[in-house]
């Protein structure tokens, strides 16, 4: 859903630093690495101690390296197996550490076991729904498709995070893990089904 956007950002906004980086001879695997690592730290370092304003921003400065180091390959002509195998690896540390971080937070001062089970409920099926995608496809099938993409979570949960501290309003972060682990649950299934109808026509043959 938010694909769309993309153009824009590479074009327009983050058309200059991917050339300023290329120029200093930066590796597009180089940039995954560091925008994951900041993912994580700005997680773990700020969620749990409830800092989740702060941690939110120090997480977006470092997704945009998700735009930026494919800009990088495509405009220097260095795309690879490993850098799309890399990039997708290294997604699945940065998302489960948004929602672990939220999980010890809710485990100690946030102080909720509602929320906290919610939280590793979307950091478990934020990585099954990427796995069932690329399950199907190593195989030969499709598996796109439902409510919850990358990008929608991340988008979601994060706003939903930032606001409901800057708000003062914590409903806004434990509404957004209800509709996540809803939406995702939707997703895993909707593959699913999705994969089953294939292959039952795969295997008639």
């Known amino acids: 859903m938010l694909d769309r956007f993309k153009d824009f950002w590479q074009g327009?906004?983050?058309?200059?630093?991917?050339?300023?980086?290329?120029?200093?001879?930066?590796?597009?695997d180089v940039v995954?690495?560091?925008?994951?690592?900041?993912v994580v730290g700005g997680a773990l370092a700020f969620f749990p101690r409830g800092e989740l304003l702060t941690g939110v921003l120090v997480i977006t400065a470092f997704v945009f390296s998700d735009l930026v180091d494919g800009a990088m390959a495509r405009a220097s002509g260095r795309t690879s197996l490993f850098g799309a195998f890399?990039?997708?690896?290294l997604?699945?540390?940065?998302d489960a550490a948004i929602f672990a971080g939220l999980a010890l937070w809710f485990a100690g001062g946030g102080d909720s076991d509602v929320l906290l089970w919610l939280s590793l409920y979307c950091l478990v099926t934020g990585s099954v729904t990427s796995y069932v995608r690329a399950?199907?496809?190593s195989l030969g099938m499709d598996a796109k498709g439902g409510l919850a993409e990358r990008a929608d979570r991340l988008v979601l949960i994060l706003v939903a995070?930032?606001?409901?501290?800057?708000?003062?309003?914590?409903w806004l972060l434990s509404g957004?893990?209800?509709v996540l682990a809803l939406a995702s649950t939707y997703t895993v299934g909707f593959r699913v089904l999705k994969v089953h109808r294939q292959a039952k026509v795969?295997?008639?043959?």
């Open 135 to 137: 399950r199907a496809e």
């Open 91 to 94: 997604d699945r540390f940065g």
């Open 86 to 89: 890399w990039d997708s690896t």
């Open 32 to 38: 995954t690495l560091v925008g994951t690592l900041g």
């Open 12 to 28: 327009v906004v983050l058309a200059p630093i991917v050339r300023l980086l290329l120029r200093l001879g930066v590796s597009p």
């Open 176 to 178: 957004a893990l209800v």
């Open 202 to 205: 795969l295997d008639a043959h």
């Open 161 to 170: 995070t930032g606001l409901s501290e800057l708000l003062d309003l914590p």
